[in-house]
């Protein structure tokens, strides 16, 4: 079993919808959350991150995480062409290696 | 700053043939880190410095994969002899610190093996 699982897609939603994306993970050490972005042939770039259970908000994105579950969300509001993408959540404990998700790839339909 | 600068970003080469990968951090970085990426396993840790020094190797595939970090603005990943299984894109990325949340990639190798 991998030490974090994320469902590859891809995921078609049309502009304006709101967006959710997932990801379990088996460690409990875990407790820097992540979520990064990846355009086509680029490489990825952190969009926002969360320290131990909680929500964060920046804008349109709000990062949440359920540590008791095991279980972390990005939602995307308002959902633009733009935001077409791959997103890949990752995760570490306090001083260990970032481990990433294999990614979902989203697509925004204008 | 330019960011993380690998090169080269495309390489094709035959079974057999040695391939280098380079990479250049971002200034003033101590960690650096070589990850994989394919349709099929995401993205996979292979190697990350600290400091130039190695500290955990336990993602490189196979003898066939080594990384060096002679000094702190330049790494290389080679993989001698090359196979179709390798190809992929090979990004590298760098971080202020180990312990840093998050990590500068640079825009990738996309190694093909015929």
């Known amino acids: 079993q991998k030490e974090v699982e994320q469902d590859p897609g891809p995921l078609s939603v049309p502009e304006g919808a709101i967006v959710s994306l997932n990801c379990t993970y088996s460690n409990s050490a875990f407790q820097y959350f992540m979520w990064y972005r990846q355009y086509s042939r680029k490489g990825p770039e952190l969009l926002m991150y969360?320290?131990?259970?909680g929500n964060k908000e920046d804008g349109r994105f709000t990062a949440q995480v359920d540590k008791s579950s095991k279980y972390i969300s990005l939602f995307i509001r308002d959902s633009q062409p733009s935001d077409s993408a791959t997103y890949l959540c990752?995760?570490?404990?306090?001083?260990?290696?970032?481990?990433f998700g294999s990614g979902t790839r989203l697509s925004i339909r204008p | 700053d330019a960011g993380v600068i690998q090169s080269p970003r495309h390489e094709v080469t035959e079974m057999g043939q040695e391939v280098t990968l380079r990479c250049k951090p971002i200034s003033g970085h101590n960690s650096l880190f070589w990850y994989r990426q394919t349709m099929m396993r995401g993205l996979e840790l292979l190697i990350y410095?600290?400091?130039?020094?190695?500290?955990?190797d336990s993602g490189m595939p196979e003898d066939r994969f080594s990384a060096k970090m002679p000094n702190a603005s330049f790494s290389t990943l080679k993989i001698q002899p090359s196979e179709p299984r390798d190809s992929a894109v090979y990004f590298c990325?760098?971080?202020?610190?180990?312990?840093?949340?998050?990590?500068?990639f640079g825009q990738g190798t996309r190694l093909t093996v015929v």
């Open positions: 969360t320290y131990s259970s």
């Open positions: 410095f600290n400091n130039n020094v190695p500290i955990d």
């Open positions: 990752a995760m570490r404990s306090s001083a260990s290696k970032i481990i």
């Open positions: 990325a760098s971080s202020l610190q180990q312990g840093s949340t998050e990590a500068f």
